[in-house]
C-alpha cells in the first residue's frame, strides 16, 4: 500500500500534489483526522479549511491562499457536507466546472448516510464517499485507504 | 338517512368535505337502488320528512340542499338539469345551462378527460379530478363523479360536481409541513452525531493511551462514556432508518431470497462460525420485494436471533421457505432466550424493550414491521420462554 511507502518520506520531499486538503467545520473531527493520520504513520501534509467559500479560496489559490509554498495544491480533497457558507456539494459543483480540477480526487467525508446525499454527490463528480467513522483507529484505516487509492496515482 | 349541515361541522376542513361527499353519493346511490323511502332534510323550519313515492320534489330538494354541483345529461352530453349549486360554481343563470354542454367548464384537455370518464361511467360509476372553469374565467379544482342511468328508455349520467379546494390546500399544508418536520428531524439527528463521534473518538485515544495513567474505576467510566456514546449513536441511526423506511418509496421487484440472505451471512462474522451457525436451506423461491427493504428485515431478525442468546451458548439459526397460496413464508429459528406469549404484539412496537441484559434500541422490530408492510408482508413470531423463537416474515410471492 502507498501509504506505507508514503511514511517513509519526509515532508519536505513530498511533491505539492501530495497534500490532503480537509474541508470540514467540526473543530473534532478535525482532530480526529490528524491523530488518525499520524496513527496510519501517513507523513502526507493535511491542510484544513473551514467552510465552503475557504475551500474554494485554497483551490483557486486566491487571497490568504496566494503562497504554494505553504498552501500547496492538494491531491486529495477530503470534503464534508454540512459546511457554513458554501455547502460540500456546492463545492464539489465548482471544482467540476473547474477543467483543472477535472481529475482531482474528491472524496465526500460525511456522517450523513442519505440516499439523496449519496446520488447528489455521485452526480456531481465525487470521487468516493464515505462516511465518518467515530473511532480512530477506524477512522486510521479509511485514510489508508483513501490515499492508497486516490494519490498513489500521482507518483 | 339525515342530511344534517351540522354534522361534519367539527371535523377538519378536508375530511368534511370528504364525508359530506361520500354522503351526498351514497345517498344518490341509495336513490337509484330504490332503497330509500324517506328523507329528512334538515331545514330552516327544523327537521322535515319526505317521502319518496313517486313525488320528484324530495329528490329536487336534496340536490338543491347539496353543496355539491349536481348535473343530469343526455348520452350527447346536453345538461338536462343542474342544481343551484352548480349554477354558482360555473357562475351562470342556470336558465342558459339547462340546455347547454358541459364543454364551456374544461379545458380542452381536460374536457377530452372528462368524456373519457363518462363513457367508463355506466352504472358502476367513475371519478376524475378536473379543473372546473367558470364563464368569467375563474376556475376551480373539482371532483367529478359520474354514474350513467337509464329511464323509461332514455339513457343519460348524473353527475356530482364536487369544489375540493379547501381540500387541495389543506393537504399541500399538511404536506408542507410533513417535509419541515422530516427535514427538522434529519437535521437533528444528522447533528447529534457530530459530539457523539468526539465523544467516542476522544474517548477512544483516553483508553488507549492513558491507560497507565488512570486507576481501574477511571478507565470504568471512560468505558461507560463510550459505550453511551455509542448507545446513543446506534439509537440515532436506526431512528434515522426508521423514517427513511416510512417516506421512501419502495419499488416492488422479483427478489432471490437465498442470495440476499447468504450476502448477509458473509458480510457479518457475528453469523459466521466461531461466533454463530446460520443454516440456510436451499428452496426458496422468487418474492416480491424490495432489495434493500428485505436486506434491512433479514439482517436486523438475523441480528436478533444470535444477539438473545444466553452468555456461552452458540447461536444456531435455521432459515427455511414454506409456501402458501400466493406467498411465501421465512422462518428463522433460534435457539435464543425465547419470547413470553403475552409479549409477541409487544416486541414490534417502537422502543419497546423486553430483555435488560441485552444491548439495544427497541427500533429494530418496528422497523422491520413497517418494512414488511410496505413490501406488502407481515411479521410474526412463534416463541416460548426457554425454548428459542420462530420468527417469520411473508412476502408475496413471484408467479
Not at chain 2, 370528504?18 to 351526498?24: C, I, N, P, S, W
Request: charged share 25%; hydrophobic share 40%; glycine share 8%.
Amino acid at each position: 500500500m502507498s501509504a506505507t511507502k508514503a511514511s517513509k518520506r519526509s515532508v519536505a520531499k513530498i511533491p505539492p500534489n501530495r497534500t490532503i486538503l480537509y474541508v470540514e467545520d467540526e473543530e473534532n473531527d478535525i482532530i480526529l483526522v490528524q491523530l488518525a493520520l499520524e496513527e496510519a504513520r501517513i507523513s502526507l501534509p493535511l491542510k484544513t479549511v473551514n467552510d465552503g467559500r475557504e475551500a474554494v479560496a485554497y483551490l483557486e489559490g486566491t487571497g490568504a491562499y496566494s503562497d504554494r509554498v505553504q498552501y500547496p495544491a492538494p491531491g486529495l480533497v477530503l470534503l464534508d457536507l454540512n459546511l457554513p457558507l458554501l455547502s460540500g456539494m456546492d463545492v464539489l459543483e465548482w471544482i467540476r466546472e473547474q477543467p483543472q480540477f477535472a481529475n482531482l480526487p474528491v472524496v465526500i467525508y460525511t456522517s450523513s448516510n442519505h440516499p439523496t446525499d449519496l446520488e447528489k454527490a455521485r452526480q456531481l463528480g465525487a470521487s468516493d464517499f464515505v462516511l465518518k467513522p467515530s473511532y480512530v483507529h477506524e477512522i486510521a484505516q479509511t485514510l489508508q485507504r483513501l490515499v492508497g487509492q486516490w494519490l498513489s496515482l500521482a507518483e | 338517512m339525515h342530511m344534517k349541515g351540522t354534522a361534519t361541522s367539527q371535523q377538519p376542513p378536508a375530511q368534511g368535505l370528504k364525508a359530506r361527499l361520500d354522503e351526498a353519493e351514497a345517498t344518490l346511490r341509495a336513490i337509484y337502488r330504490g332503497e330509500v323511502d324517506a328523507l329528512v332534510v334538515h331545514g330552516p323550519e327544523g327537521e322535515q320528512v319526505y317521502t319518496l313515492k313517486g313525488a320528484e320534489t324530495p329528490y329536487r330538494l336534496l340536490l338543491e340542499a347539496m353543496n355539491e354541483g349536481a348535473l343530469t345529461t343526455s348520452t350527447d352530453g346536453t345538461i338536462l338539469y343542474c342544481n343551484t349549486r352548480f349554477a354558482a360554481m360555473a357562475r351562470r343563470p342556470m336558465e342558459q345551462i339547462v340546455g347547454s354542454t358541459c364543454r364551456p367548464y374544461f379545458a380542452t384537455e381536460d374536457y377530452a378527460a372528462f368524456q373519457k370518464l363518462l363513457k367508463k361511467a355506466g352504472a358502476e360509476g367513475a371519478k376524475g379530478e378536473f379543473v372546473f372553469k367558470a364563464v368569467d374565467g375563474s376556475s376551480l379544482p373539482v371532483e367529478v363523479s359520474a354514474r350513467g342511468f337509464e329511464l323509461d328508455g332514455m339513457e343519460g349520467f348524473s353527475i356530482l360536481v364536487s369544489d375540493v379546494t379547501e381540500l387541495k390546500r389543506s393537504s399541500a399544508k399538511l404536506q408542507e409541513v410533513v417535509g419541515e418536520l422530516e427535514h427538522f428531524s434529519y437535521t437533528i439527528t444528522h447533528d447529534m452525531r457530530a459530539p457523539l463521534r468526539a465523544m467516542k473518538g476522544f474517548g477512544e485515544l483516553l483508553q488507549r493511551h492513558y491507560q497507565d495513567r488512570v486507576d481501574g474505576e477511571g478507565l470504568d467510566f471512560i468505558r461507560r462514556i463510550i459505550e453511551s456514546a455509542g448507545r446513543m449513536d446506534n439509537l440515532i441511526t436506526d431512528a434515522l432508518n426508521y423514517t427513511r423506511v416510512l417516506r421512501q418509496q419502495m419499488d416492488l421487484k422479483p427478489v432471490n431470497a437465498a442470495g440476499v440472505l447468504r450476502s448477509i451471512v458473509e458480510s457479518y462474522p457475528q453469523f459466521q462460525p466461531p461466533r454463530a451457525e446460520v443454516r440456510i436451506e436451499n428452496d426458496f423461491p422468487l418474492v416480491l420485494a424490495n432489495e434493500a427493504g428485505m436486506t434491512q428485515c433479514f439482517s436486523n431478525i438475523l441480528g436478533n436471533a444470535v444477539k438473545f442468546v444466553e452468555p456461552n451458548k452458540l447461536p444456531r439459526v435455521h432459515v427455511w421457505a414454506e409456501t402458501r397460496d400466493h406467498a411465501v413464508r421465512f422462518w428463522f429459528e433460534d435457539n435464543g432466550i425465547g419470547i413470553p406469549k403475552r409479549y409477541h404484539d409487544l416486541i414490534f412496537v417502537m422502543f419497546q424493550r423486553l430483555s435488560k441484559g441485552y444491548e439495544g434500541t427497541g427500533i429494530g422490530l418496528a422497523l422491520v414491521r413497517k418494512t414488511v408492510e410496505r413490501m406488502k408482508g407481515k411479521v410474526g413470531v412463534e416463541s416460548e420462554v426457554g425454548q428459542g423463537s420462530r420468527f417469520w416474515i411473508e412476502l408475496q410471492r413471484c408467479d
